[in-house]
């Protein structure tokens, strides 16, 4: 059963404007959620991350919001950078379970010049 | 190049033979982890260590797949007898550990095996 879903498989976006990647989780035990991106080929690269005790996280141009209550939480990128196309996995992972990551299926963002 | 780094890259094989992978994490990393990719879909658990005892396995980890971190620095990853649906990219991905809580765990470039 997937815990972790990214029901946009795709998203396109121009250059400047903001991107928004959602994710849904099931698991109410997920305590840490983590964004990575992922280029053709090479493994997931760890973009930003977020603990059950916030619910917003900022790093530069990347935004991670949780909100706990609906168990969502989105990405946001802002401004849009054709460099930032790839592929973006939401994970979640509880303490319990060593911290072992549940990934969604991925989105993948295409940002147009 | 301290990152995470997993060899070989690619690996062709037949069904039935055997193949190993191996791992080497960011050295201060104690925790080590093993993934596998395949198309359309994200990373999956199979098991994870922390230095050489290897705490949780997926049952996604058939008895036809083992993994080994015997002094708590590289990992193996063997499966024997392979199958066509054993075709994937296997990832392995390290983080440090420290009991004070969650950091997020560093990936390697992965490995993909094709078995024809």
């Known amino acids: 059963d997937q815990q972790v879903k990214q029901n946009s498989p795709s998203l396109s976006v121009q250059e400047g404007r903001i991107s928004i990647l959602n994710c849904d989780y099931t698991?109410?035990?997920?305590?840490?959620f983590l964004w990575y991106k992922k280029y053709p080929a090479e493994g997931p690269t760890f973009l930003i991350s977020i603990s059950s005790i916030k619910d917003k996280n900022e790093d530069g141009r990347f935004t991670v919001f949780l909100n706990k209550s609906a168990k969502h939480l989105s990405l946001h990128i802002v401004p849009s950078q054709p460099g930032d196309s790839a592929v973006y996995f939401c994970a979640a992972s509880a303490s319990r379970s060593g911290y072992a990551l549940n990934f969604g299926k991925g989105t993948s963002l295409l940002v147009t010049p | 190049d301290t990152g995470v780094s997993q060899d070989p890259r690619h690996k062709i094989t037949k069904r039935g033979q055997n193949v190993t992978f191996r791992c080497d994490p960011i050295?201060?990393?104690?925790?080590l982890y093993w993934y596998r990719q395949t198309l359309g879909q994200g990373p999956e658990f199979l098991t994870y260590?922390?230095?050489?005892?290897?705490?949780?396995k997926s049952r996604l980890l058939s008895d036809r797949f083992s993994a080994e971190r015997p002094k708590g620095s590289f990992s193996t990853l063997e499966i024997q007898r392979t199958e066509q649906g054993d075709s994937a990219m296997y990832l392995c991905a390290s983080s440090p550990w420290t009991g004070g809580g969650q950091t997020e765990a560093f990936f390697g470039q992965g490995t993909r095996l094709t078995v024809v």
């Open positions: 050295s201060e990393h104690n925790r």
């Open positions: 698991n109410s035990m997920f305590d840490y």
């Open positions: 260590f922390q230095n050489e005892a290897q705490l949780e």
